[in-house]
Nanobody, 120 residues
Framework: QVQLVESGGGLVQPGGSLTLSCAASGLAFSTFGMSWYRQAPGKERELVAA????????NYADSVKGRFTISRDNAKNTVYLQMKSLEFEDTAVYYCNAKRRTLTGESEYWGQGTQVTVSS
């Protein structure tokens, strides 16, 4: 059974920092690309950051470039999202996503989400 468990969310003031973690189990973690998505109230879920299975490439949404950093530790089956200079607009539920495409199809899994609230 595949599980993605996010942690590290919480309440932070504008300009503050948080680091989210997503611990994966039940899958061959090092074969999956990992991403962080977020969904704010009344808005669609959006991609925040992505990292390839071996961590050699990263992509970021324009809104978080220079402030957020995605990383992974394949030995710990964990992906991280380091968030700095947080803004009110970063308030959302943050979801971890694992995706892998093979010749036989695509596998995709989601975590349950962790709330990040930026408020003064």
């Amino acid at each position: 059974q595949v599980q993605l468990v996010e942690s590290g969310g919480g309440l932070v003031q504008p300009g503050g920092s948080l680091t989210l973690s997503c611990a994966a189990s039940g899958l061959a973690f090092s074969t999956f690309g990992m991403s962080w998505y977020r969904q704010a109230p009344g808005k669609e879920r959006e991609l925040v950051a992505a990292i390839t299975n071996i961590g050699n490439r990263r992509n970021y949404a324009d809104s978080v470039k220079g402030r957020f950093t995605i990383s992974r530790d394949n030995a710990k089956n964990t992906v991280y999202l380091q968030m700095k200079s947080l803004e009110f607009e970063d308030t959302a539920v943050y979801y971890c996503n694992a995706k892998r495409r093979t010749l036989t199809g695509e596998s995709e899994y989601w975590g349950q989400g962790t709330q990040v609230t930026v408020s003064s």
